[in-house]
């Protein structure tokens, strides 16, 4: 216990916070100070009830070992992300190449004095998508998902994997696996242990390949695909698309794409995925960062020509 609250004080904040929230639901569920139904998303009764947006991120369940293990493991996964968090350069516009030194210092500046900002922003945009596959599962295929936090949780846990997925991590104390295959194994012990997958499993194997879109297509399978596929939407476009595909590392490749009249034709020619590219851009980088670049641009906070 000792150690469980030692980690919640050393986590960052915004990892902090989401922990403290999600034991003090699941005390107050626990203890009846509060309904769990009153906690977890529901389309139909979002409207007139708000805070189910935000709550149902912090109530994984009433106490039990599985909860445990999930909170301990958001401190984890949620934690190293916070820290590390940093936003690829590739998302800022092609005016920061133009920046001189102490322009590019400021930038820097601000990025490292507002990492844990950016990573809120960075989940709140995770948690949009949560909401948006969870409403058009209920609303067209009957698909229920009301625990967003358990859902958020392993697609944090998908992303860190996948920023390191040679790292071998115990899984449950009784098994030694790469960080790549966590994920995947994790999400398969959970579906054999929710009792509709295995009815469905069973129906499958008595009475034949009939009961195979039931499987596929049952909550507990469509919850695995929101999981692992947002998991890997959200790794690709935050950690690898801008940064390994549009962020030319190479200092004088990138002046010619800038300056070289043939280069510029070229991006052009590429106008469709140019606009798709700037409106991905303007949807995940946050919001401040417009208003601190146009200070730097102006030589406002702190930075002045010589």
């Not at 919640?8 to 990892?15: D, F, K, L, N, T």
């Not at 516009?93 to 990573?119: C, G, M, V, W």
């Not at 009784?174 to 999400?187: D, G, H, Q, R």
């Not at 798709?276 to 406002?300: D, F, G, H, Q």
Request: with cysteine; charged share 15%; proline share 6%.
């Amino acid at each position: 216990m000792d150690n469980f609250g030692q980690g919640v004080i050393q986590a960052p904040p915004i990892s902090r916070i989401w922990t403290i929230s999600i034991v003090v639901s699941t005390i107050g569920t626990t203890l009846n100070m509060i309904s769990p139904f009153q906690l977890i998303y529901s389309p139909a009764l979002v409207a007139n009830q708000p805070w189910r947006l935000f709550t149902s991120f912090c109530y994984f369940g009433d106490l039990s070992v599985s909860v445990i293990w999930a909170v301990f493991t958001v401190i984890r996964w949620s934690s190293d992300l916070e820290e590390n968090f940093n936003l690829p350069v590739s998302l800022f516009p092609n005016s920061i190449h133009k920046f001189d030194q102490r322009q590019s210092n400021f930038l820097e500046q601000a990025k490292t004095k507002l990492k844990s900002a950016d990573y809120l922003y960075f989940v709140l945009l995770i948690g949009s998508t949560i909401i948006l596959t969870s409403t058009i599962g209920f609303l067209f295929f009957d698909f229920k998902l009301p625990f967003s936090g358990l859902i958020l949780h392993e697609i944090l846990c998908y992303i860190s994997c996948r920023l390191n997925p040679y790292q071998m991590l115990n899984l449950g104390g009784l098994i030694n696996l790469e960080a790549s295959m966590v994920p995947i194994i994790t999400s398969l012990i959970e579906l054999f242990m929710n009792n509709e997958f295995r009815n469905n499993i069973s129906l499958l194997f008595s009475d034949g390949l009939t009961y195979l879109p039931t499987v596929l297509f049952c909550s507990p399978t469509w919850k695995a695909y929101v999981c692992l596929g947002l998991g890997h939407l959200w790794w690709f476009l935050g950690y690898y698309y801008f940064e390994e595909f549009h962020n030319d590392k190479n200092p004088q490749r990138l002046h010619q794409k800038l300056k070289t009249p043939k280069r510029i034709q070229q991006n052009d020619n590429l106008e469709p995925l140019h606009y798709t590219k700037s409106a991905l851009k303007m949807i995940l980088l946050p919001p401040w960062y417009w208003v601190i670049l146009s200070n730097i641009e102006n030589n406002r906070g702190g930075i002045r020509r010589t």
